[in-house]
Each structure stands twice: as C-alpha cells, then as structure tokens.
C-alpha cells in the first residue's frame, strides 16, 4: 500500500509544463520530464506509429497502439459507435491488452511529427481517460537526452572495427590451414595465427556483450512489445465527445459554409496532402477520391515543427499557419483526414493549445464520407 502510495505521489507531483509559450500547456509533456516517468507504476507510454516503426525503436517498456488502426469501420467505411472510433467493448478490450488499467497515465508520442500521438490522445480521451498527454518530440526527443546514447554510439563504431578485424583474421586462419597441409607455412606460424585469431574472436564476443548491455539502458530500444493483459472499464457517464464530430454535424457545416462562405462560422479543414484532396489518390477501401465541399487545405505539415523535430510550431507560428486560411479559435472547427485518427487530429489539438474550444475531429472523416454516397464530394 506505502508502494502504490509512493509510486501515485511520484506521478502526480511531476510538473507537465512544455515549452511554447501555449494557452492550453495542460495536453503536452516535455522529454525533460517524461524521462522521470520511464518505468514507473501506473504509467505507460504508447507508441502511435505502426508496429514495423515501433521494433526499429521505441520508448523502453511502452507500447504500440498504431493510430491508423484505432479507428475501426466497416467495409462501407461506418462508425457503428459514432463519434467514437471504437464501440466501447471493443476499445475496452483493446486497452486493457496493452496493460493499460483505468489509473494508468498514458503519454502517448510517434517519431516526432505528432499526428499518430495526437490520434492516440483523442483515443483515449474521447473515452474519458484524462490522464493522458502528448509528448512533445516524442522518439525523437528522448533519444536527445538519452545520458547514455554517447557511449553506446562510440561503442557501436568501435565494435565494427573488432569485428572486422576479427572476420580477416578468421580468413586468414582459413588459408592458413591450407598453407599448412602444402607446407608453404610451419606449424608455429600457424599456431601463432590461430591464438590471434581466437583472441580476437573472443574480444569481439566481449564487446558485443558490452554492447547489448549500453543498448539495454538506452531510453530508446528496438524489438517487440512486451505488454500484461490488465482490466480496462470505460464508464458509459464519463465518455467525452466534445472533441469529436459526427458526419451529420459536418453536413449542416457544408450547407452553412455554402450558403455564407467566410462569413459563417464554420470552417471544414482538409489536412491531407493535394493527391487525395482532388481525387487523384485514394484508398483501396473508398468508393469515391475527392474533399468535402467548402473545405480549407490545411496539410497538417504546417502544424509539425520539423526544423526543431517537435510536435508542435510555436504559438505566433501555428497562429500565422491558420491565420492564412481564414481560422481561428473563435470558428467552430472540423477536420479531417482518412480515418481521423493522425493528421486531423494534429490540427485540432493545435488549435486545443491555442486556447480554441469548439474543435472537432471528424472521426469517420473521408473514409466514411467518401463511402456514403449521400454525401456531396468535390474533386
């Protein structure tokens, strides 16, 4: 009990405050202070990106939660449980087999870009797990503070030389032996070239085993997910939609932005790239390519700081960066973008830092649009 009492104290007195200078600081949490967090009780990092990212390198001890594949549709592209991505059962299910239980602070990260972070935040906020934040920089952030990347960089480059020098060796020992059988070599010589060889055979053994070890402390590590199934309950009361949007209410959004343009008080954000926006481009899974009607282009690569590799601009950039499409955070805001779960996602929680409070992710966003035949498209 003094254990858990402990390890609840650690957690909650960790201060979240990020650089940036935000309105709202309350979603984002720097490297600097998420590293204190790394292997504590109750809490868990969860990688956004796909489960091939995740083995090329991950946060030590999280898991892999690939925000393209938290929203779950059918083949028609419909949300059964919308505006959430998932049914309850299902995401209840899902959750609980990543070790995550109700009191769990989940700090949800990708490379460094934001989208898939942003999606698995949405995820489990929409569910009304509270406890969750984004980290700023992600994978990229912690591998820069790592104390121990240095020498397991140095170690690395060393230990190609000891190998190489240990693979020529073992050739040279190799015909050696035949030297040997047609006496062009004395058995001394080759002795002397077998102990060498077995030397550096051994110090190469060595060094890898040093290796493996400084590869094992690093913050960052590669291989598979390692997770305890935990119990998982999403009380129906505390499911929170506030930051996601149903396909009716972008529909009254399209007639409205029709009818006045700039003047209404809606504004619809397509935040995928120019292929998909005019069509060119489209998932194998929907019917039709194009954008919704009354759409501002807004491709979420104008919210990532990739200069600095954060998730997020500063708040003068990202003001500039909606500024030139006519939004702000007083304009009642949907975006979307395939499935909803990434690169709108990345828009509207910039929008949330900003301070805006009437944001939504369209969660069924263009694969569900894009389906229903009933819905206006333009290409």
């Keep these: 009990m003094k254990k858990q009492l402990f390890s609840l104290l650690v957690v909650t007195s960790v201060s979240f405050a990020t650089d940036g200078g935000y309105q709202n600081n309350e979603i984002l949490i720097s490297a600097e202070e998420a590293v204190k967090l790394i292997g504590k009780p109750n809490v868990m990092f969860v990688s956004g990106d796909s489960e091939d990212v995740y083995k090329l390198g991950h946060i030590r001890g999280s898991v892999e939660m690939y925000a393209h594949h938290l929203h779950h549709s059918d083949s028609l592209g419909r949300l059964h449980c919308e505006p959430l991505f ?25 490379d460094y870009k934001g989208p898939n972070a942003t999606g698995v935040y949405h995820f489990f906020y929409s569910y009304g797990h509270k406890n969750v934040k984004i980290l700023n920089g992600g994978r990229n952030a912690m591998i820069e503070i790592d104390p121990n990347r240095e020498a397991f960089e140095k170690a690395k480059n060393e230990f190609k030389y000891i190998k190489k020098e240990a693979k020529a060796l073992s050739k040279d020992l190799k015909d050696a032996k035949k030297a040997l059988k047609s006496g062009t070599i004395t058995q001394d010589a080759f002795n002397e070239l077998e102990a060498k060889s077995k030397e550096a055979s051994k110090r190469e053994s060595d060094f890898e085993a040093k290796l493996n070890e400084l590869e094992s402390n690093l913050l960052v590590v590669k291989g598979d997910e390692k997770a305890e199934t935990k119990e998982y309950h999403i009380d129906p009361t505390k499911i929170d939609t506030t930051y996601l949007a149903t396909k009716d209410e972008v529909k009254s959004a399209v007639d409205d932005i029709l009818k006045n343009g700039d003047s209404s008080k809606y504004r619809i954000v397509d935040t995928r790239g120019i292929a998909e926006i005019i069509g060119e481009r489209k998932m194998d899974n929907v019917a039709r390519g194009g954008h919704i009607p009354g759409s501002k282009f807004l491709e979420w690569k104008n919210i990532s700081d990739n200069d600095k590799k954060l998730s997020f601009k500063d708040v003068e950039s990202l003001k500039e960066a909606f500024a030139k499409y006519n939004i702000d955070v007083n304009h009642t805001v949907y975006a979307y973008c395939q499935v909803g779960t990434g690169r709108s996602s990345e828009i509207i929680t910039a929008l949330q830092l900003l301070g805006a409070k009437d944001v939504k992710i369209f969660s069924g966003s263009w694969d569900s649009w894009g389906n229903d035949m009933n819905m206006p498209i333009k290409r």
């Design 86 to 110: 998932r049914c309850v059962d299902d995401a209840e299910h899902y959750i609980g087999s990543k070790g995550i239980s109700n009191d769990t602070l989940v700090i949800a990260y990708d």
